[in-house]
């Protein structure tokens, strides 16, 4: 059977079925609108297929928050340089000891800086899934990027510009922190809308590897200028994110448009058919309020799970650099090039996390399962970790496994399941303000982590792996309470 395009109708029903076609489109032909041919304000892509549209979609948005990851690792990998740092010494580096004299706090001076950016994450995040709610997803997430690839070359040119003011560096990471929060609940609210139930799980682990992704990309730019510029560790992930942004305001296409068209439309609202009694452009449902999301049932304990879990993700992604240098004793490239394994692991765990989730139907036992290995592992990995490289590379693959794969789990499928709960009865406008409490409190989480981390480690580093088990069994604790079904 082919249509008046001349393709096929394919397994993507009724996907490739062109708008001329459909049901509504018909109607519009058959009864014609009071003020115009409203076919005649239909975009011409709407006969496309959204198959296609569904893979463009995917595979954009798996790229522009690879771009927010990738600009986020480089202060990890710069780590080592800064505590390297002299008073007014001949290396341009951030003038750490100049501010603070007793060079043996270094690490709870780098942990405030880790701390400055992921508290104004986790308090933008609460606001940032309500406005991107009420605001066009496209252009929302065009001006986070730009903006936040601006921050993160402001960080890099400190060192062109020789400055040593750690005021300067905490202003940009918070600066940086706020404008990063329009990325997650954008990207996830606009996958969600291409996206049903059905593999879910699947769809959003292997979508969901864009974090790990851009930690690796974001540990090898760094890592190659770490030793000679450390700048442009900086400035070259700023500039990616920043075109990034240019190409999302051009591409990006947030929702379906092939049933429901054109329904921000001025020059549409309000027709009706001649010929019968029902209003085609119905308005769309309110977004919902910050406490009607709370209520959602599983978003309050999913959210605290996550809060626990994203502590021990970002402590990793924050401290994992340092701490290889100091436990196999390598330089900083070698490290940051190293601890991607931590994250190829997290690849793995996410996808298997999904695949498991979809088969059982059961994404809270998935996460539960992977919590109650992770502690032991992680013990496992402060023991092997003095034993050589080899026993390092294959810890540091399983630890990212089942670290990230809750994780990756929780923000992306359960967030997306709850954001379309049968409670909402049909509202799609939830799901960015769902996702945004849970990985808000998440991020308080990833906040307190790599401060605890800096504090810890100046007592040692097996105190800052004590600190990473508890926290994820309070998490497997806290994932109790809502029965683990």
């Not at 569904?54 to 928050?65: H, I, K, P, Q």
């Not at 699947?202 to 851009?214: A, D, E, K, Q, R």
């Not at 070698?334 to 994404?363: C, P, W």
């Not at 034993?387 to 089942?402: A, H, S």
């Amino acid at each position: 059977m082919t249509l008046n395009t001349g393709e096929p109708v394919g397994p993507c029903d009724p996907g490739r079925i062109p708008l001329a076609l459909t049901p509504i489109h018909r109607l519009l032909r058959e009864n014609p609108l009071e003020g115009g041919d409203a076919l005649s304000l239909l975009p011409p892509s709407v006969v496309l297929s959204p198959c296609r549209y569904r893979a463009f979609t995917f595979s954009l948005t798996f790229l522009l928050y690879t771009s927010f990851h990738l600009s986020r690792k480089p202060i990890s990998i710069v780590k080592w340089l800064i505590r390297l740092a002299k008073p007014w010494g001949t290396l341009k580096t951030l003038n750490c000891f100049s501010l603070c004299p007793d060079k043996s706090n270094y690490k709870q001076l780098l942990g405030a800086m880790d701390y400055s950016f992921l508290c104004a994450y986790a308090v933008g995040m609460y606001l940032s899934g309500i406005i991107g709610e009420r605001l066009p997803i496209r252009l929302y997430l065009s001006v986070g990027m730009l903006m936040s690839g601006l921050f993160t070359c402001l960080f890099g040119l400190g060192y062109v510009y020789n400055i040593h003011s750690l005021s300067f560096y905490i202003f940009v990471q918070v600066a940086n922190g706020l404008v990063q929060t329009t990325g997650w609940p954008s990207v996830v609210t606009c996958i969600g809308n291409w996206f049903g139930k059905g593999r879910r799980g699947l769809i959003m682990g292997i979508w969901n590897s864009h974090t790990s992704v851009g930690n690796i990309l974001g540990s090898l730019i760094a890592g190659y200028w770490v030793s000679s510029n450390w700048g442009l560790s900086f400035i070259v992930p700023g500039v990616i994110i920043a075109v990034m942004g240019v190409v999302c305001f051009l591409f990006l296409i947030e929702r379906k448009r092939f049933f429901i068209f054109t329904l921000r439309s001025s020059s549409l609202t309000g027709f009706r058919c001649k010929d019968c009694d029902i209003n085609l452009l119905a308005s769309e449902p309110s977004a919902i309020s910050f406490m009607g999301a709370l209520r959602i049932p599983g978003v309050i304990e999913f959210s605290l799970c996550l809060l626990f879990a994203k502590l021990v993700s970002y402590t990793f992604l924050f401290w994992l650099p340092l701490y290889i240098t100091k436990a196999a004793h390598l330089d900083a490239k070698k490290a940051g090039d190293l601890s991607t394994l931590f994250d190829v692991g997290g690849i793995v765990g996410g996808i298997l996390a999904g695949v498991i989730s979809d088969k059982l139907g059961k994404r809270a036992t998935t996460c539960a399962v992977m919590l109650l290995l992770a502690a032991p592992t992680l013990y496992g990995f402060s023991m092997i970790s003095e034993f050589g490289l080899g026993p390092t590379i294959g810890m540091l693959v399983v630890c990212g496994g089942l670290v990230n794969g809750p994780y990756a789990l929780i923000t992306t499928a359960v967030s997306a399941d709850l954001g379309t709960h049968k409670s909402l009865k049909g509202n799609s406008r939830a799901l960015s303000t769902v996702t945004a409490i849970i990985d808000g409190t998440g991020s308080v989480g990833a906040a307190i982590g790599p401060l605890l981390a800096g504090v810890l480690s100046s007592r040692g580093w097996d105190q800052v792996f004590y600190m990473l088990m508890a926290a994820d069994f309070l998490a497997l604790l806290v994932g109790s309470k809502c029965g683990w079904v």
